[in-house]
């Protein structure tokens, strides 16, 4: 295990886990508000390293109060194993850990992790918001229950899920929610899908929209597309392609 400073470190690291994701995972270690004064980031370090000096992998301290850990840990030890031991060696409640299997994309969004940055001088963003908050969220915006129903079940474990029946009110939703991803329909009462699609990326250029709709022509799947969405569902839909779109969400770990 190697303690790295520099982002570029880190980057370069990664093409290299792409022919044995499945043995690695991400851990990701935070001081919380409740940490000790005299224990900051550079000593958390220390101690976790400690831990898995013999183990392969690297150690990123991203910033004063974050760490991001890729530890090659095998496909056949409890993951869990990792969290108890960080935990036994921090004094207790200091820091807040979670721990993600890797996939493609999953590499994808360490990236992004590790090079956002805010400019200076600027308002806190929606995209500050998703890539620092450790909650996924999903606005969920479709009139019919049965597949709002569907899609909370698909979603259960993955994300805290915001639902709106109404076009008129998913921008607001939006604001207040700011979600990592949002399914939307493009029938519903009030504004349609697509009208509602041009308001969320007026105001977040970034946002992360899936198109719902029972309509599937091509006609419609490439309209939505070529207008920013990010993909295509057709209604109904079953859990593994709702979560096909999940995974390719940047911010959801």
């Not at 639902?163 to 607001?172: C, F, H, K, T, Y």
């Not at 990010?230 to 593994?240: A, D, M, R, S, V």
Request: proline letters at 4%; aromatic letters at 8%.
């Amino acid at each position: 295990m190697e303690i790295l400073y520099q982002k570029q470190d880190m980057l370069d690291f990664l093409p290299r886990l792409k022919s044995s994701l499945l043995e690695w995972q991400l851990v990701e270690i935070r001081l919380t508000k409740d940490s000790d004064a005299f224990l900051n980031i550079n000593r958390v370090a220390e101690l976790v390293h400690a831990l898995f000096k013999d183990k392969e992998g690297k150690l990123y301290i991203c910033n004063d109060h974050e760490i991001l850990m890729l530890i090659r840990w095998g496909q056949n030890i409890p993951s869990t194993e990792i969290t108890d031991s960080i935990k036994k060696k921090l004094p207790e409640g200091s820091c807040a850990v979670h721990i993600h299997p890797l996939t493609s994309d999953g590499l994808a969004k360490i990236e992004l992790l590790i090079t956002y940055k805010r400019p200076q001088g600027t308002s806190l963003s929606f995209a500050d918001t998703r890539i620092t908050r450790k909650e996924n969220v999903i606005l969920l915006a479709d009139d019919d229950m049965y597949i709002r129903t569907l899609a909370k079940k698909g979603l259960t474990g993955k994300a805290t899920v915001h639902e709106v029946e109404n076009g008129n009110e998913i921008l607001a939703a939006y604001k207040k929610y700011e979600p990592d991803m949002v399914f939307l329909d493009i029938h519903m009462p009030g504004k349609d899908g697509t009208e509602v699609l041009h308001d969320i990326l007026a105001s977040d250029p970034q946002a992360y929209v899936v198109m719902l709709s029972a309509d599937s022509s091509v006609e419609n799947i490439g309209y939505t597309l070529h207008e920013g969405a990010k993909g295509f569902l057709t209604k109904p839909f079953n859990k593994e392609k709702l979560l096909e779109f999940v995974h390719k969400c940047p911010t959801i770990t």
